[in-house]
């Protein structure tokens, strides 16, 4: 491949050189992953006509599911093996501020909007959200993790 040249003659290496080993940026799967969020909040908003958009859920985690083993499998073609420790390191560093200010803001809004049910396990909820435990504390403490029509956690899906 060849470099493109900018006007002050600085050479510019093209889109997707940096690394043959990474899979090129797809805009065609952020569009279905913004749907499939799309489609769950309008599942959630209570429209009869998106009664189906909680398949997005299914939708987002097969993508990404897709997206990871892909970078698994060209790691293994890269180095003959998989870096587990540093798979879970990009990982963590990847998702986990997005999940601080999710779940700090959420955290905010509940303490002034949320029912005193709410309140009560707030706290917890939100150091197993920030645990990535909380599908164990919700299972542990009893609560149904389907149930839409109690007074669930605003974590409840985190």
């Known amino acids: 491949m060849t470099a493109s040249v900018i006007s002050d ?54 993508l990404s599911g897709f997206l990871i083993t892909n970078l698994l499998v060209r790691e293994w073609d890269s180095n003959g093996s998989i870096r587990l420790g540093g798979f879970w390191t990009r990982r963590f560093r990847r998702l986990l501020p997005a999940a601080i200010i999710t779940i700090s803001v959420t955290g905010l809004v509940f303490w002034r909007l949320g ?26 403490a009893g609560t149904s993790y389907g149930s839409l029509f109690a007074a669930p956690s605003p974590l409840q899906h985190f």
């Open 9 to 62: 003659e600085r050479a510019v290496p093209p889109t997707g050189a940096a690394d043959p080993h990474r899979m090129p940026h797809l805009p065609a799967l952020d569009g279905l992953r913004g749907l499939a969020v799309i489609g769950v909040l309008l599942f959630h908003s209570g429209f009869d006509w998106a009664r189906g958009g909680y398949l997005g859920v299914s939708t987002f985690f097969t």
């Open 115 to 140: 029912t005193p049910e709410q309140l009560q396990n707030l706290r917890l909820d939100m150091l197993g959200a920030l645990g990535y435990v909380a599908n164990w504390r919700f299972y542990f």
